[in-house]
């Protein structure tokens, strides 16, 4: 089974994936990109910002959630039970061992002529994610330069004269 990952989630699933020896299925944003391999069993994880959830049915079949939380905290509560550790520890054993993610999200409001030039059919915003496995300065310094390269990109062409 494969692992499936949202472009915006953290890397860190692939380092995971590459460990396992599993594939990663790379989607653009949206839970609804990975319906139909969660649907036929050719995933058996995927990692999407909006919190979405699909879980296995004790006979197999898919069930699948929207931004349900509460399951994903039962299924760790399970999980810690099972397994009489706490899934924050592990976290930590997994990021020493793997990397630690410094990531951060910026939301930038978008005019109508920027939406235009990068539709997204949501909100007046665009989104710039950033991640970094050194430290906390290199971060910002990748975002600063997405912030440079993304209002580059957005802004009005200019006429030559």
């Known amino acids: 089974m494969a692992i ?3 472009a915006v989630s953290t890397q860190l699933i692939e380092r ?12 653009p944003v949206g839970f609804k990109w990975f319906s ?6 050719s995933l058996g994880f995927a990692g999407e910002e909006s919190a979405g959830a699909a879980f ?8 699948t959630t929207d931004k349900d939380g509460i399951t994903a905290a039962l ?7 099972q397994v009489e550790a706490d899934p924050g ?7 020493k061992a793997l990397g630690t993610p410094h990531a951060d999200r910026v ?12 539709p997204s059919d949501t909100e007046d915003i665009y989104k ?18 997405a912030q440079t390269t993304v209002d580059s990109a957005l802004a009005p062409a200019q006429r030559a004269t």
């Open 36 to 41: 139909q391999g969660l649907g036929d069993g």
């Open 4 to 6: 499936g990952k949202a």
């Open 128 to 145: 710039i994610y950033v991640e970094s496995f050194r430290d906390e300065a290199h971060l910002k310094q990748i975002l600063k330069e």
């Open 56 to 63: 296995l049915r004790r006979d197999g079949s898919t069930w």
């Open 89 to 95: 520890a592990r976290y930590l054993r997994l990021a």
């Open 75 to 81: 299924l760790s509560a399970e999980i810690t039970a």
């Open 107 to 118: 939301d930038a409001p978008a005019t109508a002529p920027q939406k235009q030039r990068r």
């Open 16 to 27: 995971v994936a590459r460990q396992l020896g599993r594939e990663v299925f790379e989607v």
